[in-house]
């Protein structure tokens, strides 16, 4: 298969977006470490420590992903083809949320 050199906006474009999936991972690993330490008052424990588990499988999920991603993309640049689509955004976007309204509950309803 031929490669051809890409624009350098695009391929830096690229580069960017695989530093954003790894700034991401480390946001998220950070509030699964801050939920894990909130005081018992706050959360249920279970809930706690389940919240925590979720963010931080995110954040693997998202640091593990993002080399591989950034690859596809490049590969894609260099052939000329069809990027491929964002698979796991629905899986971040749905994960964050959910933990972001369990989390709230549990804040009101602890008032």
Request: net charge positive.
């Amino acid at each position: 298969m031929e490669e051809n050199e890409p624009d350098p906006r695009f391929v830096l474009a690229n580069e960017r977006t695989f530093l954003t999936w790894i700034t991401t991972s480390l946001a998220l690993s950070a509030g699964g470490i801050g939920i894990a330490v909130v005081p018992e008052g706050v959360f249920v424990p279970w809930v706690r420590t389940l919240l925590a588990v979720v963010l931080v499988l995110l954040s693997a999920v998202a640091a593990g992903s993002a080399y591989p991603r950034w690859r596809h993309i490049d590969r894609a640049l260099r052939r000329d083809r069809a990027l491929p689509p964002p698979a796991l955004a629905p899986l971040f976007g749905y994960g964050v949320a959910g933990v972001a309204v369990l989390a709230l509950v549990l804040i009101l309803l602890s008032r």
